[in-house]
């Protein structure tokens, strides 16, 4: 997994991997102090993005935002598809019950939004960690490659599953 560059392993113990979420104008300043202080522990964490960001905005609507994440991705940030809508998560994972055809849906959408922003990406996180196996079979048709879940990483290309803990 491209996140495996942040990765520290010691003997016989499975790599670290951070992830960031939360990606706001109101929590940019915070992000922007974690990932600094990561990056000054050897981390580089993989930031978790959708293109709708919560509170009902669209990340197009963020400018700071999205420049801070071009930037991140300028410096070889990789970013994770995290979903296509935080606002309406809830308390209910987006894709963790979805039928193939949503999962096409939710997926394509929010790929071509990506897209139009410079944000593309081939690695998949689904919200909450947890997504259908409906939604895992799509994924790779729609060009992912790496699928992270709370209990494995799957590489969409060989059909591997690494066993993990979120």
């Known amino acids: 997994m491209a996140e ?6 010691h003997a016989g113990a499975s790599p670290l991997v951070v992830s960031v979420s939360g990606l706001r104008e109101d929590t940019l300043l915070d992000v922007a102090r974690f990932v600094a202080a990561m990056h000054q522990r050897g981390i580089s964490p993989s930031l978790l993005v959708a293109p709708h960001s919560g509170k009902g ?3 197009r609507e963020s400018p700071a935002v999205l420049d801070w994440i071009l930037h991140r991705i300028d410096d070889g940030m990789e970013i994770v598809l995290a979903g296509f809508d935080q606002s309406v ?13 949503e999962a096409r849906l939710r997926l394509t959408a929010a790929t071509r939004q990506m897209k139009v922003l410079g944000l593309e990406t ?3 996180a689904p ?6 196996s409906e939604t895992l079979e799509v994924l790779p048709d729609l060009g992912f490659r790496i699928a ?6 799957h590489d969409l290309s060989t059909g591997a599953v690494d066993p993990t803990r979120v």
């Open 148 to 153: 992270a879940s709370r209990n494995s990483v």
């Open 57 to 59: 905005r669209p990340l």
């Open 127 to 132: 919200p909450k960690w947890s997504m259908s």
């Open 122 to 124: 081939d690695i998949f």
């Open 89 to 101: 998560r809830g308390r209910s994972a987006e894709f963790s019950s979805l039928s193939a055809h």
């Open 4 to 9: 495996e560059a942040a990765a520290r392993t």
